[in-house]
């Protein structure tokens, strides 16, 4: 399972002390924490772009403290991971790159002093174009979740072929599938259940395998008004999915 924290008395001692207890009690293991941001408009691909992740450096200052005190508090429930949605990369051409990548260096920074290694969500721009800024970037702790089905849903890539780039570099991966929409990259695609969409599973899986992947597979399922009933069926399609790679 994924966690975040989704209101800020969550972060108080009575808050992490119930989140302890729940986490003992269920047994769930949780492969990595998710950092959001307040303010970051999904309405459309758009708004996103505006609001998203670091590329605002009027945010800046309050996302870097949200990292800072989600990193310290996931520490202590012993999680080491970290992942988070960067925003929209700015191409090395633009002129907002080089400030972008700086405050990006100091948002990774803070998680890793807390002990985190940390993934960057995929999907909002081409496998190529995050490699080459993980590369820029230059930290070794820094690595991908790798969400087939957002490379779908922004229209910024083919899933296959961006796992042929990152798998070197993906720590987890979110079992997610999603249909384009007929405006890809301005209109959102659909996020559908899993296994009724456009991500060939099998051939990813072989292509983040082939690459050295060894991380956990989590099931995202954020639409639908069956969720419950979605992740139920998906644990299914995975565990069958998983035999076909196997075989």
């Known amino acids: 399972m994924q966690f975040t924290f989704r209101q800020e008395e969550d972060l108080t001692p009575d808050g992490m002390g ?10 769930l293991q949780i492969p990595a924490g998710m950092i959001d ?3 970051e408009d999904y309405s459309s691909i758009q708004a996103i772009r505006d609001t998203g992740g670091f590329i605002n450096p009027d945010d800046f200052p309050e996302r870097l403290d949200r990292c800072q005190a ?11 991971h970290v992942t988070t949605h960067v925003g929209f990369i700015p191409r090395p051409a633009d ?10 260096g100091q948002a990774v920074d803070a998680m890793r002093a807390c002990g985190h290694t940390v993934g960057f969500e995929t999907g909002q721009e081409s496998g190529e174009a995050l490699a080459e800024a993980l ?4 930290r070794d702790f820094v690595s991908v979740n790798f969400d087939p089905a957002n490379f779908i849903l922004y229209g910024s890539d083919d899933p296959l072929a961006a796992a042929r ?9 979110h079992m997610k599938d999603g249909t384009p929409s007929d405006k890809p990259g301005q209109v959102w695609g659909a996020d559908v259940p899993l296994g009724q969409g456009d991500v060939d599973f099998l051939a990813v899986l072989k292509a983040l395998e082939e690459g050295g992947f060894t991380g956990a597979l989590v099931v995202e399922r954020e639409a639908g008004d069956n969720r419950i009933g979605d992740l139920a069926a998906a644990r299914l399609f995975v565990e069958d999915l998983l035999k076909r790679l196997s075989e």
């Open 165 to 173: 780039i990152l798998a070197g570099r993906t720590s987890m991966a």
């Open 18 to 27: 119930r989140i302890r207890d729940a986490l003992e009690r269920t047994g």
């Open 135 to 138: 590369d820029d970037l230059g």
């Open 37 to 39: 941001f307040k303010g």
């Open 70 to 80: 989600f990193s310290e508090a996931m520490a202590e429930l012993g999680i080491t």
């Open 95 to 104: 002129a907002a790159y080089d400030d972008f990548m700086d405050r990006l």
